[in-house]
């Protein structure tokens, strides 16, 4: 009888389990718990047979299911680390756990999982956040319609990962204008175990972080190949909502510099969300020393977006010049201009949307050109049509386009060179 009593309390010490409870009517009858949490875990014993199904779960992660999802509120100490898992004996189905703030009226996405690294099996979820105060919602539900009996426990603990926690924000804006730091990756840390692996970056690393809020929709380029940057240098970008829901976005160790060694690293990503970045800067193995980060954000085809209207009708014409000081070619979905090429741009307009032809085969055009037809928009165009050399009355190395557009559709020419030694007049006419 001695043994069996010393086995139940070491049970009750390692986990505290409460009795059946869960909101099953929706957010609003969410079960709040309030047993104050703490790294021993407190788990509480529910199923989602009866239970209200949620749709659509904010959370986009979270495929849509016709299960039912049941419901806690739980307000955490602010700056802990809270882990939520159904890694539990009592959970007998392939569950999911969703975390949301805002109230039940406007619920925001905070993290979600439907699977973990539990040892019995990954069809369990567990999911860490780090608590910025107030309440928290969450919902447990079943993953592809699944639905059984759940074990879930809540744990927190106060003890933060270095590293990211430690990251430096780097103020913008970076449009059109780089932001540079200067600095040294001396006396820093390894990567945390909270960071997943991104490149080469290791616990051997000693890494410098850092923070940046990027505008959606432009590419972004970060790199070390500047003056001051002084030893073999490695780059990964991170996105998440935390440090502790990182996601590996791109890394790079060796870059062809135009400026500095060719040992520095430059990356390049698409930006979609506002949510901040994170920036880690380290040495190739365990190296270390002084480096200069540039980061910016270009917001290309700068003659697309300020190119004027030619009206597009049968005997319409546009004259004009290209020069190497005026407007040139950057990014072309073509892949036919070469960059930096002297260039004219227009924006299309339509009275009737049949088939067009447009060229520059006439006596006012007096270098060998090339003709881009693109349509949407200026910072993700896609290639309509395009010419280099059309036989024509005038020369061979005139240019002739000829698309059908579409209503509704954005459309550009673009007026181009051989090379970025052509340039010169040019007339450009329509027949339609």
Known sequence: ?????????????????AGQAGGQAGCSSAYDVTTPLNPTPFTVLSNNEDAQVFSPNPCSTIAPSTSGSVWYTLTPTAGAVVTLSTCEPGTNFDTTISIFTGGCSGLECVS????????????????????????????????????GSFQLAFSESAVLPVGCYEAITIPGPFVNDPV???????NMGGLPPSAPACGSLSSLSHIAWYSVTLTPGLAATVSTCNVGTNFDTILAIYSGPDCLNLACVTSNDDYSCSVGSSSSSTVQ?????????????????SAYGDFELSIIQRLGNI??????????????????????????????PCSSAAPGSPAA????????????????????????TKL?????????????????DSSCTFSS???????TPVSGTKYFVVVTGYSTSYYGDYVLSASQ
């Open 269 to 285: 990503f698409s930006v979609n969300t506002t949510t901040p970045y994170h920036i880690a800067v380290s040495g190739y193995n």
């Open 345 to 368: 741009y227009y924006e299309l307009s339509f009275t009737a949307f049949t088939e067009v032809t447009l060229t520059t085969c006439n006596s006012g055009t007096n270098f060998d």
């Open 397 to 403: 190395l005139y240019s002739t386009v000829t698309f």
């Open 180 to 186: 540079y730091v200067v600095a040294s990756t001396a």
């Open 112 to 147: 979600a999982s439907d699977s973990s690294t539990c040892q019995a099996t990954s069809t369990h979820a567990e999911i860490k956040f780090l608590a910025q105060g107030g309440k928290y919602y969450i919902a447990v539900g079943g993953s592809n319609n699944a639905k």
């Open 372 to 388: 881009l037809v693109w349509s949407g928009d200026c910072g993700a165009p896609t290639c309509v049509a395009y010419d280099d």
């Open 303 to 332: 003659g697309c977006r300020k190119a004027p209207t030619f009206a597009v009708s049968n005997g319409a014409s546009i004259s004009g010049s290209t020069s190497p000081t005026g407007i040139v070619t950057e990014e072309d």
């Open 1 to 17: 009888m001695k043994s069996l009593l010393v086995v139940v309390v070491f049970i009750a010490l390692a986990t505290l389990v």
